[in-house]
């Protein structure tokens, strides 16, 4: 099992970000997939979503409204659109996979997302 995050980069506050999180080796709508961050002297923090079930999103208050989750089954992706960042959206932003069933759990290397002028 792979999970490849990328899209990260340096970003002025206000812009946007696409991440994008290509998995292999495990069917993508048979888990939920996640988006963690991590910022440096801090713990790593769910930032966002989506549920195998019934494909519902969560987000943490930090970032509804700004972020947008999606996932393409067809080409086991998912997304993270990022819009208004702001400085404090500073961090190492991973991407996770979770199966409810067998409680297996992966995760991607990381990509960095820094939000500065």
């Known amino acids: 099992v792979q999970l490849q995050a990328s899209g990260g980069g340096l970003v002025q506050p206000g812009g946007s970000l696409r991440l994008s999180c290509a998995i292999s080796?495990?069917?993508?709508?048979?888990?939920?997939i996640g988006w963690f961050r991590q910022a440096p002297g801090k713990q790593r923090e769910r930032v966002s979503c989506t549920s195998s079930d019934d494909g519902s999103a969560y987000y943490a208050d930090s970032v509804k409204g700004r972020f947008a989750i999606s996932r393409d089954n067809a080409k086991n992706t998912v997304y993270l659109q990022m819009s208004s960042l702001k400085p404090e959206d500073t961090a190492v932003y991973y991407c996770?996979?979770?199966?409810?069933?067998?409680?297996?759990?992966?995760w991607g290397q990381g990509t960095l997302v820094t939000v500065s002028s």
């Open positions: 996770n996979a979770y199966n409810p069933i067998s409680t297996h759990d992966y």
């Open positions: 080796g495990l069917a993508l709508e048979k888990n939920n």
